[in-house]
């Protein structure tokens, strides 16, 4: 997972997983996040995460980011998304970015099979549904991550779009954690990608915030990299 896209023990973690289990399912809340991104250790930009309920089960997510005040890097998104049998189904996405030396927009739309009709620069290709289910942009994919760590589930394994590459994710629950972030102090569940290269990824939600995102770091070779911190956050109802 890219810095653009950082503006996101089962055991252990089971005081939170089996209070979340006995409640009826729900979605996350809708809200707005910001962070503040930081590349081996030194803050380079800035981003936010937002969702909005715009009618019954009619939900709007965005994420941008601006890396080295734009000159590195800038990127909004926006998807729209309904919830059907707990899982997201695209009503469509964009996605606009800016480096340096040029521009990529990139829109989605449904296939009605679980699957993105993806149009990149005006180049046209189509993403079939993954093995494990609907295929999905990246800031609808982290609202599927962070309802589906709310109510109780113990495997995460994800199919998206991040710009026009398709990904799978898969995370498994390694602990809990009680974190300090420019936000706040938060007990966390941490969460770490199951990858098999020199790349690693780990996230930390607060059940506090609704398991919210609260940081993700990634590591290569076992050194820091990136990171991503939330600083401030307002939750809907």
């Known amino acids: 997972m890219r810095i653009?896209?950082?503006?996101?023990?089962l055991s252990v973690a089971s005081t939170f997983t089996v209070k979340a289990a006995q409640q009826a399912w729900q979605p996350v809340k809708p809200f707005q996040a910001k962070y503040k991104a930081y590349f081996k250790g030194i803050a380079v930009g800035h981003g936010q995460?937002?969702?909005k309920l715009l009618s019954p089960n009619n939900y709007q997510a965005s994420s941008t980011a601006t890396v080295l005040g734009g000159a590195g890097?800038?990127?909004?998104?926006?998807?729209?998304?309904?919830?059907?049998?707990?899982?997201?189904?695209?009503e469509g996405f964009s996605r606009k970015k800016k480096v340096l030396f040029g521009s990529t927009k990139i829109v989605g739309r449904p296939d009605r099979n679980g699957g993105l009709f993806i149009s990149t620069n005006g180049k046209h290709k189509h993403v079939a549904a993954g093995k494990w289910g609907n295929t999905l942009d990246s800031s609808a994919f982290m609202v599927q991550f962070?309802?589906?760590v709310k109510n109780g589930q113990t495997t995460?394994?994800?199919?998206?779009?991040?710009?026009?590459?398709?990904?799978?994710?898969?995370?498994?629950i390694d602990g809990h954690e009680i974190i300090k972030v420019p936000a706040g102090e938060y007990k966390t569940i941490r969460l770490k990608r199951?990858?098999?290269?020199?790349?690693?990824?780990?996230?930390w939600l607060?059940?506090?915030?609704?398991?919210?995102?609260?940081?993700?770091?990634i590591l290569r070779k076992g050194k820091r990299w990136s990171s991503m911190q939330l600083t401030h956050i307002t939750l809907g109802k």
Do not use: W
Not at 73 to 90: A, D, L, W
Not at 156 to 172: I, L, S, T
């Open 194 to 203: 199951i990858n098999k290269g020199d790349r690693e990824t780990i996230m």
């Open 146 to 148: 962070q309802t589906d």
């Open 49 to 51: 995460r937002t969702l």
């Open 73 to 90: 890097m800038s990127y909004k998104e926006t998807s729209q998304f309904r919830y059907q049998g707990h899982k997201i189904t695209s």
């Open 156 to 172: 995460f394994h994800y199919h998206y779009v991040e710009g026009n590459k398709v990904k799978d994710y898969q995370f498994k």
């Open 206 to 217: 607060a059940p506090k915030l609704d398991y919210q995102l609260v940081k993700m770091q």
């Open 4 to 9: 653009a896209l950082l503006f996101c023990t």
